[in-house]
């Protein structure tokens, strides 16, 4: 007899599965998405402007073929919401049998979706980087910049990690960190910089004067971060998926205006982590990372979540 549906809240959903097993997973992901193992479904959306302000509202979609799970992540950027005291990106994944399309599982993924983030950034990373990073700074200190800095001292040997903000936020939750104020302070002789701002339109902030030769820059926001001059600057260039590159991110404006054409990027995230693409030929060529989000990847962890809340007894029977 089929299971019932199961509809997974979020309090169960961040408990489910750990920054360790998240990471685990993405990275499993993206070599089976090399392979041809894992599909990628397209990705859509709008936005909407009135009086309760700007919103965009989009889906990305996927199939992870070995867990026989198919599924779509609906999720939300809503800039108020943080004056409203919810979460700015809330998500909800749905998954659905892969071979006969019944309905399996409902989540709530708005934690999973800054874990998620950021275990993509460092699998992406990690073939970029040394075995020892001397400076790493993170832009935003967001979710996504949060879990950055608490995946980075686990998976590197880091000298020191900079937060650059300006707020108070970053002294207040991650004590052991540097912060500085200024960001061409922060950014200046750093091996790795981390973008994850959270911007609401493109804001060009970092300058491609303060990087260092064969510094490795991940821009992780949905809005251009980084000054153009970084992407025509840039040796190699990775993106998560080049088609959502297009149409949002910090390469959609470069891409738009004509002055990035696909010949000009080495490849994707996927292959660079399965070792099919070399991330660099030689250690002062800067590297260049830009995502905005796998689609397949949520529905690979989703498929996990459900798998663990099934073992564990956990989640809400439907119907």
Same mark, same amino acid.
């Given at each position: 007899?089929?299971?019932a549906?199961?509809y997974i809240? $979020?309090?169960?959903a961040?408990?489910l599965?750990?920054?360790a097993?998240v990471l685990?997973?993405?990275?499993?992901?993206?070599v089976?998405?090399a392979?041809?193992r894992?599909v990628?479904?397209v990705?859509?959306?709008?936005?909407?402007?009135?009086?309760?302000g700007?919103?965009?509202?989009?889906?990305i979609s996927?199939?992870?073929?070995a867990?026989n799970?198919?599924g779509?992540?609906?999720?939300a950027?809503?800039?108020?919401?943080?004056?409203?005291?919810?979460p700015?990106v809330?998500?909800?994944i749905?998954l659905c049998?892969?071979?006969?399309?019944?309905?399996?599982?409902?989540?709530?993924a708005?934690s999973l979706?800054a874990?998620?983030?950021?275990a993509l950034?460092?699998a992406?990373i990690?073939?970029c980087?040394?075995?020892?990073l001397?400076?790493?700074t993170i832009?935003g200190?967001g979710?996504?910049?949060?879990?950055? #800095?608490r995946y980075?001292?686990?998976q590197?040997?880091v000298?020191?990690i900079?937060?650059?903000s300006r707020?108070?936020?970053?002294?207040?939750?991650?004590p052991s960190?540097?912060?500085?104020s200024r960001l061409?302070?922060?950014?200046?002789d750093?091996?790795?910089?981390?973008? #994850?701002?959270?911007?609401?339109?493109?804001?060009?902030?970092v300058?491609?004067?303060?990087?260092k030769?064969?510094?490795?820059?991940c821009?992780?926001?949905?809005?251009?971060?980084?000054?153009?001059?970084?992407v025509?600057g840039?040796d190699?260039?990775?993106?998560d998926n080049?088609?959502?590159?297009r149409?949002r991110?910090?390469?959609a404006?470069?891409?738009?205006?004509?002055?990035l054409?696909?010949? #000009?990027?080495?490849?994707a995230?996927?292959?660079l982590?399965?070792g099919?693409?070399a991330a660099? #030929?030689?250690?002062?060529?800067?590297?260049?990372?830009?995502s905005v $989000?796998?689609?397949?990847?949520?529905?690979?962890?989703g498929?996990?979540l459900?798998?663990?809340?099934r073992?564990?007894g956990?989640g809400?029977?439907l119907g």
């Amino acid at each position: 007899m089929t299971p019932a549906p199961l509809y997974i809240d $979020g309090e169960a959903a961040a408990h489910l599965l750990d920054p360790a097993s998240v990471l685990r997973v993405v990275e499993r992901a993206l070599v089976e998405l090399a392979e041809k193992r894992l599909v990628n479904g397209v990705k859509g959306g709008f936005s909407l402007d009135d009086g309760n302000g700007c919103r965009h509202m989009g889906a990305i979609s996927g199939c992870d073929v070995a867990a026989n799970m198919v599924g779509v992540k609906w999720f939300a950027a809503v800039d108020a919401n943080s004056r409203r005291g919810l979460p700015r990106v809330p998500a909800t994944i749905l998954l659905c049998d892969a071979i006969t399309g019944l309905l399996t599982g409902v989540i709530d993924a708005t934690s999973l979706t800054a874990v998620r983030t950021a275990a993509l950034a460092i699998a992406a990373i990690r073939p970029c980087v040394g075995t020892r990073l001397r400076k790493a700074t993170i832009v935003g200190f967001g979710p996504i910049g949060q879990a950055v #800095a608490r995946y980075l001292p686990q998976q590197f040997d880091v000298g020191e990690i900079v937060v650059a903000s300006r707020g108070g936020a970053a002294h207040k939750t991650a004590p052991s960190l540097t912060v500085e104020s200024r960001l061409d302070r922060a950014i200046t002789d750093a091996d790795l910089v981390v973008t #994850a701002t959270g911007l609401s339109a493109n804001t060009p902030l970092v300058d491609a004067a303060w990087l260092k030769p064969g510094a490795t820059v991940c821009a992780l926001g949905s809005y251009q971060e980084i000054d153009g001059r970084i992407v025509a600057g840039a040796d190699r260039i990775f993106v998560d998926n080049w088609e959502a590159c297009r149409q949002r991110g910090n390469l959609a404006p470069v891409i738009q205006s004509g002055a990035l054409a696909r010949s #000009a990027v080495t490849g994707a995230f996927a292959d660079l982590v399965a070792g099919k693409l070399a991330a660099r #030929a030689s250690a002062d060529q800067t590297v260049l990372l830009v995502s905005v $989000g796998i689609g397949a990847l949520d529905i690979a962890l989703g498929a996990e979540l459900l798998k663990q809340a099934r073992i564990q007894g956990v989640g809400q029977p439907l119907g």
